[in-house]
């Protein structure tokens, strides 16, 4: 097992199926084109093989299927199907849920049970401005399909000043009321909002801002966190939970042991980190010469975490995944 000198191993693998998504988010995607088709994307096989590898060279224990947008990709059925046969603990999904609906089926029978369904807003004109995709009425209507069929859901919304502040409790209420968990997640300095100080300033909404506006409308106390979770976990007595994800507050790099993989061979072993490792050709090549070269690059991949504490990076959130 490949740990560096603070303790940290890689557990979790974040897969992101095509850098191609049907929204185009104010915050992930900088000149707010829609559908840019993906080059050189690995078969939905090599990727699924990539999971297999990481298993064994890195520990891999859990995996995430993300984007871009997972479930636009027309080789998401052979993936789920392969990577359902593997030696996971668990399988999640994150997506808009704009296609949620017609991929219930195929989500279930690969087992997945806990999906993130990623909402900055529940006012359907802000979700124009924001998303420049999609309508939020059919969101809306996946998630609740997913519920029915029993799939535990997390939403996600970044908060964002001039954006989707004044959303922060609509949408905590609606998702105590629907059973749905609600995590914020701190504005991130990736991709353009790395280069863009301003801009990322004048929107950054941090955990103390925050915490103070849920608290004009609810009582919460904060509740445990298994250690290596990203989030910081919130009760709201009689009522249900929330979640914190923050990286700019509450830096959680020490104990993090998340690895993605791009949908063009890429493995990143830290959001933070420049650095980046092909190995899209090691992913063609049997166990027995992959597996060595890929634990050399994860000696890398490691060694990209931050010591300490967030710091963004150019890397743009839809071909990382988030
Ligand atoms: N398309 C899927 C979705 O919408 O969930 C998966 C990919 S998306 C890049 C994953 C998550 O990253 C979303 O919840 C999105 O809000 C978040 N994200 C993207 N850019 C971000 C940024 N600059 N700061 C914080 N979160 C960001």
Redesign the pocket.
């Known amino acids: 097992m490949i740990v560096d000198r603070q303790g940290r191993r890689f557990r979790n693998l974040r897969v ?1 199926l095509t850098a191609a ?1 049907n ?1 185009a ?1 104010s ?2 995607v900088p000149n707010g084109k829609r559908l840019v088709a993906a080059q050189d994307e690995l078969p939905a096989d090599t990727l699924a093989r990539g999971v297999a590898y990481l298993i064994e060279a890195a520990g891999i224990e859990r995996l995430r299927i ?5 479930l636009i990709s027309p080789r998401l059925d052979a993936f789920l199907a392969a990577v359902a046969q593997l030696a996971l603990q668990d399988i999640t999904l ?3 849920g704009q296609l949620l609906s017609r991929k219930l089926p195929q989500l279930q029978a690969a087992g997945i049970r806990r999906l ?3 909402l ?1 807003t529940l006012d359907p004109l802000a979700f124009r401005r924001i998303a420049r995709g999609g309508d939020l009425a059919t969101v809306l209507a996946g998630m609740q399909q997913a519920r029915a069929l029993g799939m535990q859901i997390k939403v ?3 908060p964002m000043r001039g954006q989707n502040l004044d959303q922060v409790l609509p949408l905590l209420d609606y998702c105590l009321e629907q059973g749905f968990e609600l995590r914020f ?7 353009h ?1 790395a280069r863009d100080h301003n801009a990322f300033v004048q929107q950054f909404v941090g955990l103390d801002s925050l915490l103070e506006l849920i608290g004009q409308a609810h009582a919460y106390q904060q509740v445990d966190a298994p250690l290596d979770a990203t989030a910081l976990r919130y009760q709201i007595p009689g009522r249900g939970h929330f979640g914190v994800i923050a ?1 700019e507050s509450v830096p959680f790099c020490r104990t993090c042991s998340r690895l993605r993989l791009s949908s063009t061979g890429w493995l990143h072993g830290c959001l933070s980190s420049n650095n980046r490792h092909y190995v899209g050709d090691l992913l063609a090549k049997p166990r027995h010469e992959a597996l060595p070269a890929l634990q050399r690059l994860l000696v890398k991949a490691l060694a990209d975490k931050q010591e300490l504490a967030f710091s963004g990076g150019v890397t743009v ?2 071909v ?3």
Request: hydrophobic share 30%; with cysteine; glycine share 14%.
């Open positions: 992101s998504c929204y988010c915050y992930c993300t984007g871009g947008e997972p994150t997506t808009n993130n369904v990623s900055d996600n919304m970044v997640i701190e504005l991130m300095r990736m991709g909002l990286n959130m839809k990382i995944g988030g």
